[in-house]
């Protein structure tokens, strides 16, 4: 290499490295001069003194503390409840009535959760050095306002002297387009010691002045034009969400707009759901997500309804201790399922039962497809599908899958598909349809020990009843 470049080359590195400190050293220096010192004390996440720079606004500045404050606490909670605990703590402060303080003896007032809804910047102002934000205690059980009705938001806020009608609307989200002809407020104000109950109602457009404590409710008929609707599965020719009125779409009219059955629909074995419970369980079978309810809460809540509802009946119950686990079972399958068979064979027939059902909001109907075949199971030498031969009997089916098998008990039962109902299908009654299921029972299997016991138990009455009458006798002597 040329010396004359290597020196060049390292004349020039060494002179980059300079600059390169110089810049850092001026940078150091321009972020020192543009740093202020704020304090927050009050009811917040964290009191203190923070640095802040000239140009950051009250807004940035709390939620920047906030946000580094959140993250230390949560990451020292281990544990769920631990957790749970921090986060009821960290939400427990207010952006409403936060007083600012400067050096020069200027005192201001300003709502950080009105200006995160309108944007106006009087309640977000620049900084200066030796700010002070004091954050009021959040006492929303007495210094409070509730708003309900036709507004974005109904909800309860912290109470500032200075709230208005207009205030409260405004921290509602204002009010709700649905709703038409709003033109009232209804007051309510509570009694100091509680026993009184005032009510008034005002103009809309009246900007009254609020006070604490106060309920407003902003009048209107309750909308009813609402996504109302019934999903349709299975064998139709247009599944879906099919849009319904409030309470007078029939199960017919449905089926019509879902673009009617196919041919190799099962109409006697269409199902109908009722309520949200159903979700995680269409999920499972059908793969379709109900796009109204969080899976994983839904199911906890259903449990736990299933649980309180099994307790209020049981109560009052004469069910014994043999057939609780019983009932508990059907009341959990009552409460999660919330279903029935639906035959729909006479669908199609002027004034019949099914064509008149009358539909709700969030039913889910199933129509699945023809099975053609009955499944045979159990002591069966060959189960599984056997075709279905309209009339034929259950010894035709269990001849076709190689007859009973060696520890068959002699009974085969009948369990319907639509119902999953068990029945005898010795009974002349019985008829076999399509989609049953047949299961043949086994002999159960006894061990030496179990028969050496139940003799031992049969004897020990015998013995309790010939001590009796020996006892008996000597009496009567």
Known sequence: MNLTFLFVLIFFINGYSQFESIRDSKLSKLLESNTINVTIGGSFLVTGTFPALVTERADAFVTRIFNEARETLLSTAVDPESRRSVRNEIENYTLRGIKLNRADGEQLIIDLEKFRINGDLINNPYLKN????????????????????????????????????????????GLNPAYENVTEVEISRLSYDGYIIHRERHSINENIQLKRGDFIRVLAD?????????????????????????????????IDKAGGVRESASLRRAKLYTGTSVSMLLEMIYGIRLKEFPDQLEMELTETLSQFESRLMYRMSNVNEEDSSYFFMENQLRVFLQTGPIDLSDLYEDGSESSNYIVRNGDVVIIPQKVNSIFVFGQVKKSGHINYIPGANFEYYIDKAGGLGDYADGDVMVIKAATREWIDAKKQEVLIEEGDYLFAPRVPSRSFQYYVKLAGEYLGIVGSIATIILLLVQLSK
């Not at 210094?143 to 109470?159: E, H, L, M, T, W």
């Not at 609402?226 to 029939?250: A, C, E, M, Q, R």
């Open 130 to 173: 030796d700010d002070v934000l004091i954050f009021p205690v959040p006492d929303l059980t007495r210094s409070f306002f509730r708003i309900d009705g036709a507004v974005n938001k109904p909800g309860q806020f912290y109470y500032l002297e200075r709230d208005s009608l207009f205030d409260a609307i405004e921290l509602a989200g």
């Open 222 to 254: 309750e909308t009813q034009r609402k996504g109302f609707s019934v999903l349709v599965l299975g064998d139709v020719l247009n599944p879906g969400y099919i849009p319904i009125t409030k309470n007078n779409t029939t199960l017919r009219e449905v």
